[in-house]
């Protein structure tokens, strides 16, 4: 599974931006799939999470900012972020898990300017 992430960008603080993730190929047992973002110097942190039922999950700094959703169909992931903060700013990466195994996107660049 190859995932490719889209969306990033360059925005004011308050601003909004929406990530996509879209997986190649033709799947129907994706399980889970999620947004994690690493800023300088910091660890990864899971962001939100989908799973294959619909079901979401944030990290306490975005819930009510953050909106993650799905397209089964598609294959593809979304993540609607609105309010943004300068502490936001992060390199953005996807993933999904499928048959017992993780994948990951190449990361897209988020920063927010204050």
């Known amino acids: 599974v190859q995932l490719q992430a889209s969306g990033g960008g360059l925005v004011q603080a308050g601003g909004s931006l929406r990530l996509s993730c879209a997986a190649s190929?033709?799947?129907?047992?994706?399980?889970?799939m999620g947004w994690h973002r690493q800023a300088p110097g910091k660890q990864r942190e899971l962001v939100a999470h989908?799973?294959?039922?619909?079901?979401?999950n944030y990290v306490d700094s975005v819930k009510g900012r953050f909106t993650i959703s799905r397209d089964n169909a598609k294959n593809t992931v979304y993540l609607q972020m609105n309010s943004l903060k300068p502490e936001d700013t992060a390199v953005y990466y996807c993933?999904?898990?499928?048959?017992?195994?993780?994948?990951w996107g190449q990361g897209t660049q988020v920063t927010v300017s204050s």
């Open positions: 190929g033709t799947f129907f047992d994706i399980n889970d």
């Open positions: 993933s999904c898990s499928r048959l017992g195994k993780d994948y």
């Open positions: 989908i799973t294959s039922g619909g079901k979401t």
